[in-house]
């Protein structure tokens, strides 16, 4: 099983490294055969992480029932109800980052002098998730 994690963090880790490579010495003429480079690390990726979660499968099934320790309905509808706002937190989050970098990288284009106040704006928008991570953090504790 760790042998096909390894080879699950192996396209990862040759995409980082042409990349680097590509960002080193630059070359105009490479993408015909980087299209087909990055096709067979994606493929090595799909067929390793479904042998993985195959196998995954599999050891699950195969290990001994353990006793429900103290989780309930009410308990486990409690956590889902704690992560809740993180999630919905983050997707608001991610719905405002989008418009709000796009307008921030025209604006700082046109005038460069507004980089921090469109800094500042990004990071109101970032804030929202750390308020839904915060609010789930203090419902844990309630439970």
């Given at each position: 099983?760790?042998?096909?994690?390894?080879?699950?963090?192996?396209?990862?880790?040759?995409?980082?490294?042409?990349?680097?490579?590509?960002?080193?010495?630059?070359?105009?003429?490479?993408?015909?055969?980087?299209?087909?480079?990055?096709?067979?690390?994606?493929?090595?990726f799909a067929v390793t992480l479904a042998t993985v979660m195959g196998l995954g499968v599999q050891e699950v099934l195969a290990a001994e029932p353990v006793a429900a320790a103290d989780i309930s309905l009410g308990r486990g509808l409690a956590l889902l109800g704690i992560g809740l706002p993180t999630g919905l937190a983050a997707i608001a989050a991610a719905l405002a980052l989008g418009p709000i970098g796009s307008a921030s990288l025209a604006v700082i284009a046109e005038k460069p002098e507004m980089f921090g106040r469109t800094l500042i704006y990004l990071g109101l928008a970032e804030g929202v998730a750390i308020y839904g991570l915060v609010m789930s953090i203090l419902l844990l504790d309630k439970i």
């Open positions: 099983m760790m042998g096909l994690v390894g080879v699950l963090a192996l396209p990862v880790v040759a995409t980082l490294g042409v990349g680097v490579w590509m960002e080193l010495k630059p070359r105009p003429s490479t993408a015909r055969w980087l299209r087909g480079g990055l096709l067979a690390n994606l493929l090595l």
